[in-house]
């Protein structure tokens, strides 16, 4: 094995092949309706194939082999879909949470702004990108589905895969409604916080991949309950991960400014345990400085100071460990080929002791 969980089976490299061919031949069609199009089929190639960890595509590749299937192009290509789910989430996020970079580079709503400013085009620029950005992001989903569909895999495999893979787009849309409206309700119970975690991100950043792979494979009940009884809570981890990069992050290394969760107003683990912890005094100035876009950095590192002397980080820190213990003996236990369970366990320490 190779020394990122992520390269096993040359898979990184594999998932990028397909996505490059799907999108080249998905240019080429755009092409025709109108050349214009080229701008769109450019922006979407570039948000999807200029980063990201191609994790989604490696919990379901190794759920698929956990479950005894055989590798294949065709199962890459199928598994690749979830980067394009992937993306279309991210494009709406980041719309949605009024982010100016995504990996050190223009958000797709920015991105189409400047283009409008560039070109001298009429009306409000700020409202042509964030049309762009919706559509572009409904793209993205529309061709999840149409990349899994023509992966080549046989239609049974595809039969037992679609609810699961259906089932993930609901899961993660309505998980980012329910972010919105704790944002708008500020909400700071950790129950809200721990429901938003696991829809808008743990379901469909693991449980739902390896079931997904779990029924390209034909894998029996047994695999699916291991499956589940690891994937949820070690997906609930992962996004405590991605909280605390949000806030405690460096810049450099995750790609979007120091503090931009504080300023968007998110009421994750991590604020939510905060909230628990501090006296009114201190609760009231975290009302009033969290989703304030104006929060310059020292504004940040106050609130930094109040999360960790409240105990929130640890506390968060240490829900991270129990979860990936929980998920790691479920793994351990689960009904699965020895190959995949070692790569399945790299995959997990990988994405709960991460830096970006």
């Known amino acids: 094995m190779t020394n990122s969980p992520l390269e096993s089976a040359g898979l990184r490299t594999r998932v990028d092949k397909a996505l490059s061919g799907f999108l080249a031949t998905q240019r080429a069609h755009l092409l025709e309706i109108d050349t214009a199009l080229a701008e769109v089929a450019d922006a979407v190639s570039a948000f999807v194939l200029g980063g990201g960890k191609r994790l989604r595509p490696a919990f379901a590749y190794w759920g698929f082999r956990g479950a005894g299937g055989a590798d294949s192009d065709e199962v890459v290509a199928a598994v690749s879909a979830l980067e394009l789910v992937q993306a279309s989430a991210l494009i709406h996020d980041d719309l949605m949470d009024r982010s100016d970079t995504r990996r050190g580079e223009p958000s797709v709503h920015r991105r189409f702004e400047l283009l409008h400013t560039a070109e001298g085009w009429r009306g409000p620029a700020a409202g042509f990108g964030d049309s762009a950005a919706v559509l572009l992001g409904d793209l993205a989903m529309v061709w999840s589905d149409e990349l899994l569909h023509s992966s080549g895999m046989a239609l049974a495999d595809l039969a037992r895969a679609r609810p699961v893979f259906d089932q993930m787009r609901t899961e993660v849309t309505v998980g980012q409604y ?59 981890a992962f996004q405590m991960r991605d909280d605390v990069l949000g806030v405690f ?79 790691l003996t479920a793994l351990a236990e689960a009904p699965i080929e020895d190959e995949a369970r070692t790569v399945l366990h790299a995959l997990a320490e990988a994405s709960t002791r991460r830096s970006v």
């Open 178 to 236: 329910l972010d919105v409206l704790t944002q708008a309700t500020g909400d700071t119970s950790l129950e809200r916080a721990g429901k938003v975690a696991r829809f808008k991100s743990a379901k469909y950043t693991v449980e739902r991949p390896l079931l997904l792979g779990a029924a390209l494979a034909g894998g029996g009940p047994e695999v699916f309950a291991s499956y589940a009884a690891f994937g949820l809570p070690l997906g609930e």
């Open 249 to 327: 992050g460096d810049p450099v290394q995750t790609g979007k400014p120091a503090g931009d969760d504080l300023r968007e107003g998110k009421r994750t683990y991590l604020v939510a345990a905060a909230y628990q912890a501090v006296d009114e005094a201190t609760r009231q100035h975290l009302e009033s400085a969290l989703g304030d876009p104006a929060l310059d950095d020292t504004g940040v590192e106050r609130l930094r100071t109040i999360i960790r002397e409240a105990g929130a980080l640890a506390a968060t820190e240490s829900r991270i460990e129990t979860l990936t213990t929980e998920a």
